[in-house]
């Protein structure tokens, strides 16, 4: 283990909770770049996955070589062994199923969701989000019903809850969406990082400030600030209590996390810790009761209800099984008034002047990639950063030099295992 992992003596890691579960029996999908499955640290760690939009089954990070690939460093949080370089993740015997998408806002996310909830992931985590635009329920409809299958099949879906805290803060999806688990990121200290998104959707909140993780070339590239990084440990953090509690369903694990979160910030449920920090040693030893509050069951609940086709009224029952004469001259009034229409409408159809209007955007026809078009999802508004992993964002003007994307290294490319311990003391308890 890295000595910069302040998270394994925040959490009691390796004096609490590794003897009791290390994730053993739990497969964790990473929705992002792809994982890179042939280094050493994440050997033993992967299952088969799939690749989006591209052939391949994921086991190759699809960021330019030389980058930090978000996708692996992701992964590493939650499973890294620690083979060759010492680094670990919190659920070092869980498994990683890796799905490389284009992005998140490409319709091929939902359709990830639906393959890992298909195919044996407990837990899918997710450091990508888009804006959440005007949708409703803050979710576009193609991934609430994917968010919804995943429910219907036992899974937790993780996601990071933003970068844009000290700015835009606007709502991001997947995390804005009901039924998935938002996290947002605090430091060493127990203060929630300066850029953490600021949204009543926040659900918990992990490490996400000055955090290692394994790069794509095998390397450990230090001091990552973000939401990614924050959600990527909480869904390490599920593997574990999934794997010491095979008999608790998604629901419950949930409920178990929320209500046994340890409360940092204003007292109570804030927008930005959600119900508190992820305490894996007060989750792995209370019981919470079965009426307790589970917040984003009960929002996705609501949603599905709300997203149900009304049902049709069925026709009133004749009271005789006979046909009425008078049933009979109305159905004959009513062919000939129809074929009167049809008629007319022929006639009139040579007298037309002018071409017809096109469709209007959005709604089928030439140039019609719209809103809701089956597939498709709102672009970003105008001025608008496009989609992007929760990694490092650029600086409000004056407050210093922009920060490698990511959380990848300074200038001069990633380093080893860094040593000593993390900037601020002794990290808080949770």
Not at 378 to 387: E, F, K, T, V
């Amino acid at each position: 283990m890295s000595a910069r992992q302040w998270w394994f003596d925040s959490w009691a890691i390796e004096k609490l909770v590794w003897p009791k579960t290390k994730g053993a029996g739990v497969t964790v999908a990473v929705l992002d770049t792809g994982v890179e499955a042939r280094l050493p640290d994440m050997s033993g760690a992967m299952v088969p996955g799939k690749a989006f939009r591209t052939s391949g089954d994921g086991s190759t990070d699809t960021e330019d070589a030389g980058d930090f690939g978000h996708g692996t460093g992701m992964a590493s949080l939650i499973a890294s062994r620690g083979t060759k370089t010492g680094f670990m993740g919190v659920a070092p015997e869980a498994k990683i199923m890796p799905l490389a998408t284009p992005g998140i806002s490409d319709s091929s996310s939902p359709d990830a969701i639906k393959y890992a909830a298909d195919n044996g992931a407990k837990i899918v985590s997710i450091s990508l989000g888009s804006s959440a635009g005007n949708y409703p329920h803050q979710c576009p409809p193609d991934m609430l019903e994917a968010i919804g299958h995943a429910a219907k099949k036992d899974v937790i879906i993780v996601a990071s809850a933003g970068n844009e805290g000290s700015t835009g803060n606007r709502p991001v999806f997947p995390a804005s969406c009901p039924g998935v688990v938002a996290i947002g990121a605090m430091d060493n200290k127990g203060q929630a990082w300066a850029s953490t998104q600021r949204q009543d959707y926040v659900t918990l909140s992990a490490p996400g400030v000055n955090i290692p993780a394994l790069s794509q070339d095998g390397r450990v590239w230090p001091n990552g600030n973000g939401t990614s990084h924050a959600s990527a440990l909480a869904a390490g953090a599920f593997a574990l209590l999934r794997s010491e509690f095979p008999q608790k369903s998604a629901r419950e694990i949930v409920q178990l996390a929320t209500n046994t979160a340890k409360d940092f910030g204003p007292p109570g449920k804030d927008n930005r810790f959600g119900y508190g920090t992820l305490s894996l040693r007060t989750a792995l030893t209370q019981q919470v009761p079965a009426s307790a509050p589970n917040p984003v069951y009960e929002r996705l609940d609501k949603a599905l209800a709300d997203t149900k086709p009304a049902k049709t009224k069925p026709a009133a029952a004749e009271e005789s099984s006979g046909t009425s004469p008078l049933l009979i001259i109305g159905g004959i009034v009513v062919v000939l008034a129809v074929v009167g229409v049809v008629l007319f409408l022929f006639l009139r159809r040579g007298k037309k002047s002018g071409p017809q209007a096109p469709p209007p955007p959005g709604f089928g026809g030439p140039g019609g990639q719209g809103y809701f078009n089956a597939g498709h999802v709102q672009p970003p508004a105008p001025g608008m950063a496009p989609p992007q992993p929760h990694g490092q964002q650029p600086p409000v003007p004056g407050q210093g030099a922009p920060q490698p994307p990511y959380g990848q290294a300074p200038a001069g490319g990633p380093q080893g295992p860094p040593q000593g311990a993390p900037p601020g003391g002794t990290p808080p308890q949770s």
